[in-house]
């Protein structure tokens, strides 16, 4: 299925040099001189690599054929992580290189949003805040505490994240997954 430009919208999915993209901005130009066309940021659903693209006004694109699916992350096989299909009950094996940074944050039980290209998966979107547990955290150091010291804490999956310095070990936090930060403490 092909779409024009008149159509582009963000989070538009669709095929550029045989790849699929996401369209995370664009903007419409009518220059005095010359024809229309539409100025777009497009980024790639495989590696991440965000591309600058115009588009003459009026030319067709073909949209990418993506499905997302829910799934809930269960354990690690090996190499492989194994999800759930949260519909079919189906068990995939992916592989650490699909699941990518989102593995740091991925503990099981997690329910994840995948998105599949020609029916195989190629990226797996974590949920914004995910709560984990400080496995090894030091004792935060006395003194210069109003500049907002911070300190590194390891967390349950693995992660390492800068926390204040009254964090300790067993603590539950919230974490911001897209900016890999800590929010604030649950408990």
Sequence with gaps: MEVDTSQFRNGLKLILDGQPFTMI?????KPGKGGAFVRTKVKNLLNGKVLERNFRSGERVTLADIEERQMQYLYLDGEN????????????PFSAEIV???????KENTEVEVLFWNDRPINVDLP????????QCDPGVKGDTASGATKPATLETGAVVNVPLFIKEGDILRI???IEEYVDRVR
Aim: charged letters at 30%; hydrophobic letters at 45%; a negative charge.
């Design 25 to 29: 901005y664009f903007q419409h130009v």
């Design 81 to 92: 992580l194994v999800f759930m299909d949260q519909e079919s009950f189906d068990q995939l």
């Design 100 to 106: 990518g940074d989102a593995r740091k944050f991925l």
């Design 128 to 135: 914004s805040f995910v709560e984990l547990e400080v496995s």
């Design 176 to 178: 911001d997954t897209r």
